[in-house]
T-cell receptor, first 113, second 109 residues
Framework: KAGVTQTPRYLIKTRGQQVTLSCSPI?????VSWYQQTPGQGLQFLFE???????NKGNFPGRFSGRQFSNSRSEMNVSTLELGDSALYLC????????????FGSGTRLTVV | KNEVEQSPQNLTAQEGEFITINCSYS?????LHWLQQHPGGGIVSLFM???GKKKHGRLIATINIQEKHSSLHITASHPRDSAVYIC???????????FGAGTRLTVKP
């Protein structure tokens, strides 16, 4: 059974650019959530998508957005990148929500220069 | 004050020692999760608790809802247990999580 796949694994972008990260959940999982991890702030919840709808959102600026497709694959987009956006971005998938168990991807490490 | 506090921040143990990592929280939760993160970033979900105690191999997790406190115990620790352990509090029936800062565990042979 394939796990949660995040692409790309590593990314280097310049300030002001935008970036799109992808997350393919485990087959049959309808919930995908996104997290940001930085040395200073630790892990923080970004948002969760369930059946193509954003179900919950953390406390991040509007530059951070996401979407989910009908096959449950999800993308997150960060526009107008800032140096502080450098982080490990993790997604996790679950059948319906974390109370039903969830699995993390390996993450995308974004560096903004 | 952070909503989720973990202690200790760093822990070094000798192989075979009994390890305890603590997590205290101030938010209302639907469940508490213990996560393990190895160098390189991959995160593994170890336990999900809403009450009582769970055991998996050498790992035991407990939660006291009234005291808003959870502990993760590792018996007979091994160098392969070296990792960062993160406590995560789930808010509601979705993936809104509040995370502790993590405990970096190093087990020496």
């Amino acid at each position: 059974k394939a796990g949660v796949t995040q692409t790309p694994r590593y990314l280097i972008k310049t300030r002001g650019q935008q970036v799109t990260l992808s997350c393919s959940p485990i087959s049959g999982h309808r919930s995908v959530s996104w997290y940001q991890q930085t040395p200073g702030q630790g892990l923080q919840f970004l948002f969760e998508y369930f059946s193509e709808t954003q179900r919950n959102k953390g406390n991040f600026p509007g530059r951070f957005s996401g979407r989910q497709f009908s096959n449950s694959r999800s993308e997150m987009n960060v526009s107008t990148l800032e140096l502080g956006d450098s982080a490990l971005y993790l997604c996790a998938s679950s059948p319906q929500g974390a109370l039903y168990g969830y699995t993390f991807g390996s993450g995308t490490r974004l560096t903004v220069v | 004050k952070n909503e989720v506090e973990q202690s200790p921040q760093n822990l070094t143990a000798q192989e075979g020692e009994f390890i305890t990592i603590n997590c205290s929280y101030s938010v209302g939760i639907s469940a508490l999760h213990w996560l393990q993160q190895h160098p390189g970033g991959g995160i593994v979900s170890l336990f999900m608790l809403s009450s009582g105690k769970k055991k998996h191999g050498r790992l035991i997790a407990t939660i006291n809802i009234q005291e808003k406190h959870s502990s993760l115990h590792i018996t007979a620790s091994h160098p392969r247990d070296s990792a960062v352990y993160i406590c995560a509090c789930q808010i509601g029936d979705n993936n809104d999580m509040r995370f502790g800062a993590g405990t970096r565990l190093t087990v020496k042979p």
